[in-house]
């Protein structure tokens, strides 16, 4: 079964440069979350989009913005990067319609600010 | 506020079965259950809803108890593959669009 594309997989950027990350849910999902995870922590929620509107935001930095387009995938845009950015940055997707709202999480992607 | 989760770390011999808890100050609309190997993403084991409970693998299973906020995921003959770290992510009711994931469980099998 298809599952999440996130893209791409590690990535390696200085302080103040800037970044995009890829997602690609599930075919028929129409939910997008992002999650950013420090080393030892638990994923911590940045923002989500239901059908391409932004449905819910978290402790996500001002630097930071995100979309999703009429295919359904999502891009994370992260500027003026911090040592402090360095993390897993998870996607996962959902199906809302089915009423129960299971996400599904890709790969993830390393991000190391030098 | 965040999901307290206990114990933060327990060790097992195979076989062996375990309980993780999940405790929340906010009323709960549903509790998901991952579990999340070093370096790799966190994979749906079950879902809760209102009290309910459904079975994601034949030898883990889990309970939610609404009016406590809590849940409880047991885990019974444990194996090696269930290491990894198991986190409780929990949706509020008014704000089903995220999963506001607890404080973690290491669990570690050993032979």
């Known amino acids: 079964a298809a599952g999440v594309i996130q893209s791409p997989r590690h990535l390696i950027k200085e302080k103040r440069e800037t970044a995009t990350l890829k997602c690609y849910p599930i075919p028929r999902h129409d939910t997008v979350y992002w999650y950013q995870q420090g080393p030892g922590q638990d ?13 819910d935001k978290g402790s996500i930095p001002d630097r930071f913005s995100a979309q999703q387009f009429s295919d359904y995938h999502s891009e994370l845009n992260m500027s003026s990067l911090e040592l402090g950015d360095s993390a897993l940055y998870f996607c996962a997707s959902s199906r809302r319609g089915q009423g129960v709202n299971i996400q599904y999480f890709g790969a993830g992607t390393r991000l190391s600010v030098l | 506020q965040q999901p307290v989760q206990s114990p933060q770390a327990v060790i097992l011999r195979e076989g062996e079965d375990a309980v993780i808890n999940c405790s929340s100050s906010k009323a709960l609309y549903s509790v998901h259950w991952y579990r999340q190997k070093h370096g790799e993403a966190p994979v749906f084991l079950m879902i809760l809803l209102k009290g309910g409970e459904q079975k994601g693998h034949d030898k883990i299973s889990a309970s939610f108890n609404e009016k406590k906020q809590q849940s409880s995921l047991y885990l019974t003959a444990s194996q090696l593959s269930y290491s990894g770290t198991y986190f409780c992510g929990t949706e509020k009711y008014g704000a089903t669009n995220k999963l506001i994931f607890g404080t973690g469980t290491l669990l570690a099998v050993q032979p």
């Open chain 1, 43 to 55: 994923p911590q929620f940045l923002i989500s989009f239901y059908e391409k509107m932004q449905s």
